[in-house]
């Protein structure tokens, strides 16, 4: 699995930084969180394929958060998409595709699936689950938890133990059913140890710092909205986004795995500032950057 | 004057083109020719004040060059702009507007101002003129011709002959006015050369090449649709675009003084196959590319 950094500055964009989008690339899927504009030349740049994504999540109505979507939906027109595009927001979404519809010709082959994001959503893949919590911004605003599916561990030296021959028998077992041995009943749990640990991935969106988040980033590369360094709190909190070092502290108590900061200010001109504050708080913390890649490994978590 | 080519490709960005947008810089102002996705971002990159833009063009209704409006509008108001900003545009204009004014929350604190486009527009500034020009296209696209205002040339030679002394009397004579002098009438004509010559620029937008832009390009530095090289005519007619090959024989016929080819297809990597072609026809051509400025100089031309 991989996150492609499409976009990670705060409202402006600067030349380094592109409006807010975040590419999870899984097995052969491209799962897309917030399209700001320019998120369709991002893609291209970072040779992310397009024509994979067929989920496309807007956290929130902020324009540097969704602006993208009317030129993508072109593009992926112009390159004869014809399979359903499924996108997911808050409430508006509808009348917000309907407008984008009337913004110019499209001549678009495929349907555009809109679907509404609230506090108990929850998308079920075969392999991945992805649902919405409820952030603390000044709009509607819906934080995203991507969660695979995993299954239990297959302990083979216990099957091996209890003569159970490779093969079919082990199938059977792994997807929960008994089976028959030498007349006696083997039943999964006799073979099958703790749940595996999948990939975890928890983007804040636009938000103050909060519990919604913290409750759900254990053990998650948590993405989390730090548009300001510490010192400018106030400015936090009178828009409605968190400090690096906000950002940090909700790292720390949810238990994440890594923190990437985003929705970063133009006013950076490094990034310095932003880790030394954070990473003194919680060790493991990088500032994303545009087209920045991070793959995850099911070894390392 | 300065020409700040920030998007030049067709249709869809690659990482080296984005969408259409070109900037004038003349004096203290900054016009905007289209708007694609992107431009906003591109005139922060090419360091070119926004919060100069007073008036945007924009030459059709194709997302790939409008589709950069929202977010420009929302990033001027970030920066509290509060002067009228208009926008003029082929007829339509006022419903884009008021549909890109429901797509958020913009919280403007300046007006918008809509202007229609037509086959006999003329915008007179005292400076400058912008007309629009009927182009070919698949939908109604206007090409636009900017020309300086200037006046005519002040022969020193002959008012120092007729004894006019400098000061006030050359400024009414420079106006237009007479004046008398030792009891005799002295005329405008008496002292006035030729009309000096302005800059002037012309931008053909998506067009098959026409008379238009032909009748209006002399001695003007023409920016044109090159889609395709020359082996692709028929790629061009069925998508209403130019060859670089045709796009140089509109300058070679209309006396152009320069040739920017624009609008470029991604399949090209790179400059060479364009150039060739259209020098053969029209030896004073360029390649537009993004992020490049051109300056314009009065003793040039």
Same mark, same amino acid.
């Given at each position: 699995?991989?996150?492609?950094?499409?976009?990670?500055?705060?409202?402006?964009?600067?030349?380094?930084?592109?409006?807010?989008?975040?590419?999870?690339?899984?097995?052969?899927?491209?799962?897309?969180?917030d399209?700001?504009?320019g998120?369709?030349?991002?893609?291209?740049?970072?040779?992310?394929?397009?024509?994979?994504?067929?989920?496309?999540?807007?956290?929130?109505?902020?324009?540097?958060?969704?602006?993208?979507l009317?030129?993508?939906?072109?593009?992926?027109?112009?390159?004869?998409?014809r399979?359903?595009?499924h996108?997911?927001?808050?409430k508006?979404?509808?009348?917000?595709?309907?407008?984008?519809?009337?913004?110019?010709?499209?001549?678009?082959?495929?349907?555009?699936?809109a679907?509404t994001?609230?506090?108990?959503?929850?998308?079920?893949?075969?392999?991945?689950t992805?649902k919405?919590? /409820? !952030?603390?911004? +000044?709009i509607? *605003?819906?934080g995203?938890v991507?969660?695979?599916?995993?299954g $239990?561990?297959?302990? @083979?030296?216990r099957?091996k133990?209890?003569?159970?021959?490779?093969g079919p028998?082990?199938?059977?077992?792994?997807?929960?059913?008994?089976?028959?041995?030498?007349?006696?009943?083997?039943?999964?749990?006799?073979?099958?140890?703790?749940?595996?640990?999948?990939? /975890? !991935?928890?983007? +804040?969106?636009? *938000?103050?710092?909060?519990?919604?988040?913290?409750?759900?980033? $254990?053990d998650?590369? @948590?993405?989390h909205?730090?548009?300001?360094?510490?010192?400018?709190?106030?400015?936090?909190?009178?828009?409605?986004?968190?400090?690096?070092?906000?950002?940090?502290?909700?790292?720390?108590?949810g238990?994440?795995?890594?923190?990437?900061?985003?929705?970063?200010?133009?006013?950076?001109?490094?990034d310095?500032?932003?880790l030394?504050?954070?990473?003194?708080?919680?060790?493991?913390?990088?500032?994303?950057r545009?087209?920045?890649?991070?793959?995850?490994?099911?070894k390392?978590?």
């Amino acid at each position: 699995m991989e996150i492609v950094f499409l976009g990670t500055t705060a409202a402006v964009p600067s030349a380094a930084r592109g409006h807010s989008g975040i590419a999870l690339k899984y097995h052969d899927e491209v799962i897309l969180w917030d399209c700001g504009e320019g998120t369709q030349r991002q893609l291209i740049v970072s040779k992310t394929n397009y024509m994979k994504i067929k989920k496309i999540f807007i956290t929130h109505f902020h324009g540097d958060h969704f602006l993208g979507l009317p030129g993508l939906i072109q593009t992926l027109s112009f390159a004869d998409r014809r399979e359903d595009l499924h996108v997911y927001a808050p409430k508006g979404i509808k009348d917000l595709i309907e407008n984008i519809m009337h913004l110019g010709e499209y001549g678009l082959k495929y349907d555009i699936v809109a679907h509404t994001l609230s506090d108990n959503f929850e998308l079920k893949d075969e392999k991945y689950t992805i649902k919405s919590i /409820k !952030v603390e911004h +000044s709009i509607p *605003t819906y934080g995203l938890v991507f969660e695979e599916v995993k299954g $239990r561990e297959f302990l @083979l030296d216990r099957a091996k133990k209890l003569g159970i021959p490779p093969g079919p028998a082990y199938s059977k077992l792994q997807k929960g059913e008994k089976i028959k041995l030498g007349g006696k009943w083997i039943y999964p749990d006799d073979v099958l140890g703790e749940k595996k640990k999948g990939f /975890k !991935v928890v983007y +804040s969106s636009d *938000t103050r710092p909060c519990g919604a988040v913290i409750e759900n980033c $254990r053990d998650a590369v @948590l993405i989390h909205d730090a548009t300001f360094d510490g010192s400018l709190k106030n400015n936090a909190i009178e828009t409605m986004h968190s400090t690096c070092t906000e950002a940090a502290q909700v790292a720390k108590e949810g238990v994440a795995k890594e923190l990437y900061l985003m929705h970063i200010s133009p006013r950076y001109k490094t990034d310095e500032l932003l880790l030394k504050e954070s990473r003194k708080i919680f060790r493991n913390t990088m500032v994303a950057r545009d087209l920045q890649r991070v793959e995850l490994l099911h070894k390392s978590l």
